[in-house]
């Protein structure tokens, strides 16, 4: 903190519930897949655009908003007060999806930690950036970038004011950055903390920013007419404050915290009053890849099996899309249903989900594919458990399917491991990536919502669960994933053993993929796909079949080979001698696992539990 600001005359001392020592920006695209079609299609600029997702115009260009043209307006409505509008199909999320993944690496490349929230939004946590900017600016020479919400009248003892002034700049070359290079005009909002951030940024739009400074979070928040705006507050929580007539957020502001106990837990209560004058401590927690990777289409009612069929079909070529895109291998299916009870009005989700064998997948070129096969395959595990939802004998309504892939292979790829010997030219997830992966278990706020618009194709990865999460029909915490610390992370021995060994599926796949990376011609056969991860006999015959040098299955490169320690060939070559050798490896707990020879690489070929 800078001695001037400390003696500063008129200063004011920080809320003591409300720490200052944030700065958050919260950046937002503007309109966002209709300027995803503008990018791609310039000469739509200059014409009323709306984005078109089954009968609903999903958004629109601010051309098309000078008509009145609204978020969710049915199209039918929108061409009433605009019959010129141009209207571009957008059911299919792969280029949104495409950009929004753009704009987060953007804005990575500041270095701090950044929140993706739906396509389009993300919080960026700029505190440390911006305290090694402090050390070289001028204090009295920082001026806001963008508009202010409220002049401040007084300094902040705690020097936040400069702070976020600096993080209005910082705010600034992100937008600047994300037009330059990608072509998106954006809004920020700027505050000490995520709620603020994120509430002030739609103040001034399109393509601008403002800051807004602690003293004023009350103030701006007591404008703020519906309880719902506030973004962690979820329907349930709504109705019973409309139920006791607390509708505005100055309502929520005023009611008596011991009232509020009433008719919520006491942290919920408090947690409540915080966010009705501003305060918010949840961290940006950094994104990272999604646990799930999902769809989901929605639509009146389905009543026939051969009509699901088709639904799920058209579904699974997109997610397999998707997942192409992710690059990790998917070794579970998750198929969601939403069922419709006619007599009593009302609808309910279930789901159902089994193991996928990783072999349904191979990688050529380093892209992961499904052949026909593969995907008939597929096809037939979702049917499967749809069967299994569904009582086929009576009739049945669904007005949703839903398909994900809910887990992925994870691999050793490490100094020590036997997949970097044997594939070292095939990306697959690490142990290291999971350190991305670190997240987002339940905090006290959350800022996604996940409901998606009753008639579209929805997109349900779990950084992108909704498109919107603006509105919040029903808020709920989705991702819950491991999260390794550094220390885990950098000595894999730490990890839980059976993270790190290698299945007879993993060795298969070390076969298969180098097999279709680099010797086809060559290639033993490919074992069946199944269900389970369990089997490991045909994988050991696959790899004992083979051999060109010394016992050495064909697809092994023997340079890599010869580059192993002795130790490890040797085994190796016993392993591929004798495949029955696989049974010298002890199946029970990691424990007795442990007891065996000391490193020794067959410890790494013991089956998943
Ligand atoms: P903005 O931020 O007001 O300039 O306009 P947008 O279009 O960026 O709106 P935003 O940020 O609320 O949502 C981002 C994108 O998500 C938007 O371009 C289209 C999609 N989206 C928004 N609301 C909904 C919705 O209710 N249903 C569906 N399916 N998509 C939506
Ligand atoms: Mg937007």
């Given at each position: 903190?800078?001695?001037?600001?400390?003696?500063?005359?008129?200063?004011?001392?920080?809320?003591?519930?409300?720490?200052?020592?944030?700065?958050?920006?919260?950046?937002?695209?503007?309109?966002?897949?209709?300027?995803?079609?503008?990018?791609?299609?310039?000469?739509?600029?200059?014409?009323?655009?709306?984005?078109?997702?089954?009968?609903?115009?999903?958004?629109?260009?601010y051309?098309?908003?000078?008509?009145?043209?609204?978020?969710c307006?049915?199209?039918?409505?929108?061409?009433?007060?605009?019959p010129?509008?141009?209207?571009?199909n957008?059911?299919?999320?792969?280029?949104?999806?495409?950009a929004?993944?753009?704009?987060?690496?953007?804005?990575?490349?500041?270095?701090?930690?950044?929140?993706?929230?739906?396509?389009?939004?993300?919080?960026?946590?700029v505190?440390?950036?911006?305290?090694?900017?402090?050390?070289?600016?001028?204090?009295?020479?920082?001026?806001?970038?963008?508009?202010?919400?409220?002049?401040?009248?007084?300094?902040?003892?705690?020097?936040c004011?400069?702070?976020?002034?600096?993080?209005?700049?910082?705010?600034?070359?992100?937008?600047?950055?994300?037009?330059?290079?990608?072509?998106?005009?954006?809004?920020?909002?700027?505050?000490?903390?995520?709620?603020?951030?994120?509430?002030?940024?739609?103040?001034?739009?399109?393509?601008?920013?403002?800051?807004?400074?602690?003293?004023?979070?009350?103030s701006?928040?007591?404008?703020?007419?519906?309880?719902?705006?506030?973004?962690?507050?979820?329907?349930?929580?709504?109705?019973?404050?409309?139920?006791?007539?607390?509708?505005?957020?100055?309502?929520?502001?005023m009611?008596?915290?011991?009232?509020?106990?009433?008719?919520?837990?006491?942290?919920?209560?408090?947690r409540?009053?915080?966010?009705?004058?501003?305060?918010?401590?949840?961290?940006?927690k950094?994104?990272?890849?999604?646990?799930?990777?999902?769809?989901?289409?929605?639509?009146?009612?389905?009543?026939?099996?051969?009509?699901?069929?088709?639904?799920f079909?058209?579904?699974?070529?997109?997610l397999?899309?998707l997942?192409?895109?992710?690059?990790?291998?998917?070794?579970?299916?998750?198929?969601?249903?939403?069922?419709?009870?006619?007599?009593?009005?009302?609808?309910?989700?279930?789901?159902?989900?089994?193991?996928?064998?990783?072999?349904?997948?191979?990688?050529?070129?380093?892209?992961?594919?499904?052949?026909?096969?593969?995907?008939?395959?597929?096809?037939?595990?979702?049917?499967?458990?749809?069967?299994?939802?569904?009582?086929?004998?009576?009739?049945?309504?669904?007005?949703?399917?839903?398909?994900?892939?809910?887990?992925?292979?994870?691999?050793?790829?490490?100094?020590?491991?036997?997949?970097?010997?044997?594939?070292n030219?095939?990306?697959?997830?690490?142990?290291?990536?999971?350190?991305?992966?670190?997240d987002?278990?339940?905090?006290?706020?959350?800022?996604?919502?996940?409901?998606?618009?009753?008639?579209?194709?929805?997109?349900?990865?779990?950084?992108?669960?909704?498109?919107?999460?603006?509105?919040?029909?029903?808020?709920?915490?989705?991702?819950?994933?491991?999260?390794?610390?550094?220390?885990?992370?950098?000595?894999?021995?730490?990890?839980?053993?059976g993270?790190?060994?290698?299945?007879?599926?993993?060795?298969?796949?070390?076969?298969?993929?180098?097999?279709s990376?680099?010797?086809?011609?060559?290639?033993?056969?490919?074992?069946?796909?199944?269900?389970?991860?369990?089997?490991?006999?045909?994988?050991?015959?696959?790899?004992a079949e083979?051999?060109?040098?010394?016992?050495?299955?064909?697809?092994?490169?023997?340079?890599?080979?010869?580059?192993?320690?002795?130790?490890?060939?040797?085994?190796?070559?016993?392993?591929?001698?004798?495949?029955?050798?696989?049974?010298?490896?002890?199946?029970?707990?990691?424990?007795?696992?442990?007891?065996?020879?000391?490193?020794?690489?067959?410890?790494?070929?013991?089956?998943?539990?």
């Amino acid at each position: 903190m800078d001695d001037r600001n400390m003696e500063s005359s008129s200063s004011i001392l920080p809320d003591e519930s409300n720490d200052h020592s944030k700065s958050i920006i919260h950046i937002d695209v503007d309109c966002f897949y209709a300027q995803v079609e503008m990018v791609r299609k310039p000469e739509l600029q200059s014409l009323p655009l709306g984005i078109q997702q089954k009968n609903i115009v999903v958004t629109s260009n601010y051309e098309a908003r000078k008509y009145g043209i609204r978020k969710c307006m049915l199209v039918t409505d929108a061409l009433k007060v605009c019959p010129n509008l141009k209207l571009v199909n957008g059911e299919d999320l792969h280029d949104y999806r495409a950009a929004s993944n753009k704009i987060f690496t953007v804005l990575q490349s500041w270095k701090c930690p950044v929140e993706k929230l739906g396509m389009d939004e993300n919080f960026i946590d700029v505190t440390n950036l911006v305290q090694e900017k402090l050390k070289t600016v001028n204090i009295t020479a920082i001026t806001v970038s963008g508009n202010v919400f409220s002049e401040p009248t007084l300094e902040c003892i705690c020097g936040c004011h400069a702070r976020l002034k600096i993080a209005s700049q910082i705010a600034s070359e992100m937008r600047n950055k994300i037009y330059d290079e990608l072509g998106y005009t954006t809004c920020a909002g700027i505050a000490h903390n995520k709620l603020l951030a994120k509430l002030i940024c739609p103040f001034k739009k399109p393509n601008d920013q403002t800051t807004i400074f602690p003293e004023h979070g009350a103030s701006f928040m007591s404008t703020l007419q519906n309880v719902r705006s506030i973004p962690s507050i979820g329907s349930k929580t709504m109705e019973t404050l409309v139920t006791h007539k607390i509708i505005t957020v100055s309502d929520l502001q005023m009611v008596p915290l011991e009232i509020l106990k009433k008719h919520f837990s006491g942290d919920m209560a408090v947690r409540l009053k915080n966010l009705s004058i501003g305060v918010d401590n949840t961290p940006v927690k950094q994104t990272g890849r999604p646990q799930s990777i999902g769809l989901e289409d929605s639509f009146k009612t389905v009543s026939v099996k051969s009509e699901v069929e088709e639904k799920f079909s058209a579904l699974l070529q997109r997610l397999l899309i998707l997942v192409r895109e992710d690059g990790r291998i998917p070794v579970s299916l998750r198929v969601t249903l939403r069922k419709k009870d006619v007599k009593r009005l009302s609808s309910h989700r279930e789901s159902r989900q089994c193991q996928v064998s990783a072999s349904i997948f191979t990688i050529n070129n380093g892209t992961l594919t499904v052949t026909d096969a593969g995907q008939q395959k597929l096809m037939s595990i979702i049917m499967r458990l749809f069967n299994k939802l569904i009582n086929l004998s009576k009739p049945f309504h669904l007005t949703l399917v839903g398909l994900a892939f809910t887990k992925f292979q994870e691999r050793m790829t490490g100094r020590g491991s036997i997949v970097n010997y044997l594939m070292n030219d095939i990306s697959v997830q690490s142990v290291l990536n999971i350190q991305n992966d670190c997240d987002t278990s339940a905090s006290s706020m959350d800022y996604s919502a996940v409901s998606p618009s009753s008639s579209t194709t929805t997109d349900l990865s779990d950084a992108e669960v909704e498109p919107s999460p603006k509105k919040p029909k029903k808020v709920t915490w989705i991702a819950k994933r491991r999260c390794l610390s550094k220390e885990e992370v950098a000595s894999p021995s730490k990890l839980k053993v059976g993270e790190l060994r290698l299945n007879s599926r993993e060795l298969e796949k070390v076969s298969e993929l180098r097999l279709s990376s680099r010797d086809r011609s060559l290639t033993p056969r490919a074992s069946p796909a199944k269900d389970n991860l369990s089997d490991t006999s045909d994988t050991m015959k696959d790899i004992a079949e083979g051999g060109n040098c010394d016992n050495c299955p064909s697809y092994v490169d023997k340079e890599v080979f010869n580059a192993l320690p002795d130790e490890m060939q040797q085994e190796l070559k016993a392993m591929w001698k004798n495949p029955s050798s696989s049974e010298m490896v002890p199946r029970s707990s990691p424990r007795t696992m442990n007891k065996g020879k000391p490193n020794s690489i067959l410890k790494y070929f013991v089956p998943h539990k």
